[in-house]
């Protein structure tokens, strides 16, 4: 097959990272952090993040607050996550040792192939993660952007939960592309924006927030459960002290989680990404320190699979039902400064699920970039064969490519693999939506 010379294993590897980049719709949408060290098979990486505090702030008339009682808590919460996952890709050595020249690594269809393939990967990873993480999901689950209002109804949420107007993306798929496009074609004019979008398509801004298309936004399938009437609340009084549910406690997004105890008919299962409500649980604004206005029920997540046994079954849930001058202590502050809804919900209150039983739900997704991390860590340089790194420029994303041959076999081959894991760190950061 010929020599592969240093230079050329340079310009592969420059131009499957520069294709693996460009093709990433993810890149701007979240937080990519690249930590110090190699990973190997056998080393990962834990990361403990921290989550900032908020306070209950009163007001005084006619002098300041007495604090001989003492000063308020302090609950910093955190989320702990790892770096244990690589995507590969690879190819044959004939596909690579005809790659000798800039010109030729630009045409190559398998280093095309190779490098797209890899970045839509990454992308449906990384958008499962980031999309079905959300507590907040406007619309009905099913039906096609093709208003404005069906995109501003989940900028109006992100503003209800306290979301600043900084570094927000809507990401939707090529039929909301094509039925937005339609409706801007069809406004009265014709003007200038409905013959541009005639000929280049919808692209741009949409309610001023950058709009990006994709095919790689996950697809949900709802579990057994019946929408209605069928789980119960067990017990009242399942509310928790921020406190106790501000530390992650276990790996990858459960800060601000909690376990909700059910009655449930015959055996059903509980997917996670689920999304519901509870009668009188309503939302609350912990910054104004009042009901969510309008008034609108809180809906919370399923953050882990279930399934029901003998008419029983405990779901994880976010966010935690955390109800203003509950708790006992400094808790009282703490957990009105932290409050998510404005009551618990009653002994046999019944959940009301999005979605029909065993449904495919397909959201859209509204994301501010700090919502979620991808944590990168280049892969160990082998010992034997020939390889080499290199970071992408755009995001910390080390790509390792590794040459090999096999004496006995006398097979060839080149892989390109990356270490990364996304996690979910601030879920209230994120909403799905939906046409209606």
């Known amino acids: 097959m010929g020599a592969v010379t240093a230079e050329q ?17 993810s890149a701007e949408a979240v937080t990519w952090n690249e930590y110090d060290g190699e990973m190997d098979d056998r080393n990962g990486l834990q990361v403990l993040e921290q989550i900032t505090p908020r306070y209950n702030i009163t007001r005084t008339e ?3 607050k007495d604090l001989s009682a003492g000063t308020d808590g302090t609950v910093f919460g955190s989320e702990l996550f790892e770096v244990t996952g690589t995507f590969n890709a690879n190819m044959g050595w004939g596909d690579f040792v005809k790659i000798k020249t800039i010109g030729q690594a ?12 890899l970045a839509e990967k990454i992308d449906a990873y990384i958008m499962q993660i980031a999309t079905l993480g959300s507590a907040d999901w406007l619309g009905d689950g099913i039906t096609s952007v093709d208003e404005w209002v069906d995109a501003a109804a989940a900028y109006t949420r992100l503003k209800e939960n306290g979301v600043d107007d900084s570094e927000l993306s809507y990401i939707m798929n090529y039929t909301d592309k094509m039925k937005l496009g339609d409706q801007v074609v069809k406004l009265p004019g014709p003007d200038a924006m409905s013959t541009s979008t005639f000929r280049k398509g919808f692209t741009g801004e949409l309610d001023g927030i950058k709009t990006m298309f994709t095919n790689q936004l996950p697809v949900m399938t709802t579990g057994t459960r019946l929408a209605t009437a069928e789980a119960l609340i067990n017990g009242a009084n399942q509310f928790v002290n921020y406190a106790d549910v501000a530390k992650a406690g276990t790996v990858n997004g459960r800060h601000m989680t909690q376990n909700l105890v059910l009655d449930t008919a015959g055996t059903k299962t509980y997917k996670a990404g689920e999304v ?18 309008p008034a609108r029920l ?29 708790g ?11 409050a998510t809804v404005t009551a618990a919900p009653a002994d046999n ?5 999005l979605g029909a039983p065993s449904t ?16 990168t860590v280049p892969l160990i340089l082998p010992a034997s064969d020939t390889s080499m790194r290199r970071r992408l420029t755009k995001i910390p994303l080390t790509v390792r490519m590794w040459q090999h041959s096999d004496f006995y076999t006398g097979a060839h081959g080149v892989r390109f693999d990356v270490a990364l894991n996304a996690n979910i760190r601030e879920r209230l950061r994120t909403a799905r939506f939906n046409g209606s």
Request: hydrophobic residues 50%; proline residues 5%; aromatic residues 6%.
């Open 106 to 117: 630009r045409e190559s269809k398998a280093l095309l192939g190779a490098a797209t393939s």
């Open 62 to 64: 006619n002098g300041v």
């Open 349 to 353: 209150a019944v959940l009301t699920f």
């Open 276 to 293: 519901f409500t509870l009668p009188g649980v309503f939302a609350y604004d912990n910054r104004k320190q009042a009901p969510v206005t």
């Open 360 to 375: 495919a739900l397909s959201p859209r997704l509204l994301i501010q970039k700090p919502a979620v991390v991808v944590n």
């Open 9 to 25: 294993q340079k310009l592969v590897l420059n131009s499957f990272a520069m294709v693996l980049q460009n093709n990433l719709v």
């Open 298 to 326: 809180q809906q919370f997540t399923v953050i882990a699979d279930a399934t029901a046994v003998a008419g029983a079954v405990t779901l994880v849930i976010f966010p935690a039902i955390i109800v203003p001058g509950s």
């Open 328 to 338: 006992a202590g400094d808790n009282i502050n703490i957990n009105t400064a932290h």
